[in-house]
């Protein structure tokens, strides 16, 4: 199992660590308050769903993030390292959203008299304080990982080869492999919003799909590297065919979010609406990259990147390093001593 083993790897896990437990412990007690000022009865109200909802995002996306942190610095991806600064701020970008959702939420609330009034004061110090604790957060993530990029720089460029062209083949590749772990987190985070906050029956086609996406878009992202790295000109073809239709369907829900035509919906779409928007505009801005960097991955099939791309991990150069042998083994050799330096007859 891959332990950080020098100061700039242990900088960028702990500083990732670090800002997990602080903006979890701002959360927590977010929740806690919260739930605590709910009155009876209050929790079947779809407003009352969003902290939870939220809470429950927010540590799976730390966790998450902590497995790419740990994942990136194990394999010695570089451009997973940069991605897991923009991942961060993502989840900046996130936090504030869902702080002006969550005032909005206890609005609706106090309007219905189901929650105690004054709780938005109590809370508001806490939701700003998660965004500078991520900001901060992500500046230092972001000098960790020009630290890094130094590093493992070198260690890709005496593993692969000095060719320049396939250094950048390989490089696509990374982009690439990066891009379908955070669509992967994106995705997720849309689906559960949709799902918990705006709900449904399960007669409603809407949602059994919805279900059902969540393990197939899995599958799809696991499917989409497998293929890549074996080179499937018909696989590429198909997934990117798949991306296609993923985006004309977060198209789609952006348009049933602002559709005034279809009242109803608005109304069920509108307690997560401007977090729903956010992770939409997000997913959809990923899957145009995602499309672009999977026609270029396509473009280097069978150009000598197979066997670096089906290598998980960048190599060690030091694990290959053989010293020279020993006076003892010269003479201990099997097929009797050995002279330790060239002779001239």
């Known amino acids: 199992m891959y332990v950080p083993n020098d100061r700039w790897t242990w900088s960028f896990t702990l500083v990732a660590l670090f800002q997990a437990i602080i903006a979890l412990a701002l959360e927590a007690y977010v929740?806690?308050?919260?739930?605590?000022?709910?009155?009876?009865?209050?929790?079947?109200?779809?407003?009352?769903?969003?902290?939870?909802?939220?809470?429950?995002?927010y540590i799976f996306g730390f966790i998450y993030e902590?497995?790419?942190?740990?994942?990136?610095?194990?394999?010695?991806?570089?451009?997973?390292?940069?991605?897991?600064?923009?991942?961060?701020?993502?989840?900046?970008?996130?936090?504030?959203v869902k702080m002006d959702q969550i005032d909005d939420a206890i609005r609706e609330l106090t309007k219905g008299n189901w929650i105690e009034p004054g709780i938005w004061d109590d809370l508001r110090p806490f939701l700003v304080a998660a965004p500078a604790v991520l900001a901060l957060g992500t500046v230092a993530l972001s000098f960790c990982a020009w630290k890094l990029y130094g590093v493992?720089?070198?260690?890709?460029y005496k593993s692969i080869s000095a060719d320049l062209q396939l250094k950048r083949r390989f490089l696509v590749f990374q982009v690439y492999i990066t891009l379908l772990k955070l669509d992967f987190f994106f995705f997720l985070a849309f689906t559960?919003?949709?799902?918990?906050?705006?709900?449904?029956?399960?007669?409603?086609?809407?949602?059994?799909?919805?279900?059902?996406?969540?393990p197939v878009t899995i599958i799809i992202l696991w499917l989409a590297a497998v293929v890549t790295r074996r080179e499937s000109y018909a696989g590429q073809a198909c997934i990117i065919v798949i991306y296609f239709a993923a985006?004309?369907?977060?198209?789609?829900?952006?348009?049933?979010?602002?559709?005034?035509?279809?009242?109803?919906?608005?109304?069920?779409?509108?307690?997560?609406?401007k977090s729903l928007t956010t992770f939409a505009v997000l997913t959809i801005l990923l899957l145009v990259v995602t499309i672009v960097t999977a026609g270029l991955c396509t473009k280097?099939?069978?150009?000598?990147?197979?066997?670096?791309?089906?290598?998980?991990?960048?190599a060690n150069p030091e694990d290959s390093y053989k010293p020279y042998p020993s006076a003892h083994d010269l003479n201990n050799h099997p097929m009797g001593p050995v002279p330790n330096r060239m002779t001239i007859d």
């Open 31 to 57: 929740f806690g308050r919260f739930e605590a000022s709910l009155h009876s009865g209050a929790s079947e109200q779809s407003a009352a769903r969003t902290i939870p909802t939220y809470l429950s995002l």
């Open 66 to 96: 902590l497995v790419l942190v740990w994942d990136a610095l194990r394999v010695k991806n570089t451009i997973q390292v940069i991605g897991i600064c923009l991942y961060n701020v993502g989840m900046l970008i996130y936090s504030a």
């Open 152 to 156: 493992f720089s070198w260690d890709i």
């Open 192 to 214: 559960v919003q949709f799902l918990v906050i705006v709900g449904g029956s399960f007669e409603d086609a809407e949602i059994i799909l919805t279900i059902i996406a969540i």
């Open 247 to 273: 985006m004309a369907y977060f198209i789609f829900k952006l348009f049933r979010m602002y559709d005034n035509s279809n009242p109803e919906k608005v109304l069920e779409y509108y307690p997560a609406r």
């Open 300 to 314: 280097n099939f069978n150009k000598g990147l197979a066997p670096h791309v089906r290598r998980r991990k960048i």
